[in-house]
């Protein structure tokens, strides 16, 4: 593919249009097209490599514009942030990441048996002064089609060792109706 643009790039007109770009039809073997002759003014050899680099750096940029796209329009910048492009290096806590994980095994393990209902996500964990608090969403009842599902939030408190010491439910929303969280 750059092997082509390469070309398309030499095989183009080397005159200056009126508006002092580069002419975009093809050229003949002079270098010039149907429409423009040496009495023309035209491209020198860095400006035909600083348009080769503009236009490499503007494809780079169409490719990352298209695959924005596909992540989705309604997606912030956080959210199509690259993951290559995140900082490895930030120092974590890994006994507090450690924690989060067992307190998400214990919920995810746990949740339905103790609700009594079908567990279907964790969307919060946080610490607290007495060990953690997760909430879960459980299927109070299915429907057809599965957007007019009931949906259960439920909090449920843990200690430190991810002991659950009780759970209270929230509130109840239809899985398609998601304002009341926007």
């Known amino acids: 593919m750059a092997e082509a643009d390469a070309n398309d790039s030499t095989d183009r007109c080397i005159a200056l249009t009126e508006s002092g770009e580069?002419?975009?039809?093809?050229?003949?073997?002079?270098?010039?097209?149907?429409?423009?002759?040496?009495?023309?003014?035209?491209?020198?050899?860095?400006?035909?490599?600083?348009?080769?680099?503009?236009?490499?750096?503007?494809?780079?940029?169409?490719?990352?514009?298209s695959r924005s796209r596909q992540l989705g329009p309604d997606m912030t910048a956080e959210e199509r942030t690259d993951p290559e492009d995140v900082d490895a290096d930030v120092e974590t806590d890994h006994e507090e990441i450690e924690g989060v994980l067992a307190v998400r095994r214990t919920v995810e393990s746990t949740a339905g048996e103790?609700?009594?209902?079908?567990?279907?996500?964790?969307?919060?964990?946080?610490?607290?002064?007495?060990?953690?608090?997760?909430?879960?969403?459980?299927?109070?009842?299915?429907?057809?089609?599965?957007?007019?599902?009931?949906?259960?939030r439920y909090e449920i408190e843990l200690d430190e060792g991810a002991t659950v010491h009780g759970y209270r439910r929230l509130d109840r929303y239809r899985r398609g109706d998601t304002t009341q969280f926007e």
Not at 115 to 141: K, L, Q, Y
Request: glycine share 6%; hydrophobic share 25%; with cysteine.
């Open 22 to 65: 580069r002419c975009s039809r093809p050229a003949s073997d002079d270098g010039f097209c149907y429409q423009h002759d040496e009495s023309d003014p035209t491209v020198s050899d860095s400006q035909t490599a600083t348009e080769e680099e503009q236009e490499a750096s503007e494809q780079e940029q169409s490719e990352g514009e």
């Open 114 to 152: 103790l609700i009594g209902r079908e567990f279907d996500a964790v969307s919060e964990i946080t610490p607290t002064e007495e060990g953690w608090r997760a909430i879960v969403e459980v299927v109070e009842r299915r429907s057809v089609p599965d957007t007019q599902d009931v949906i259960g």
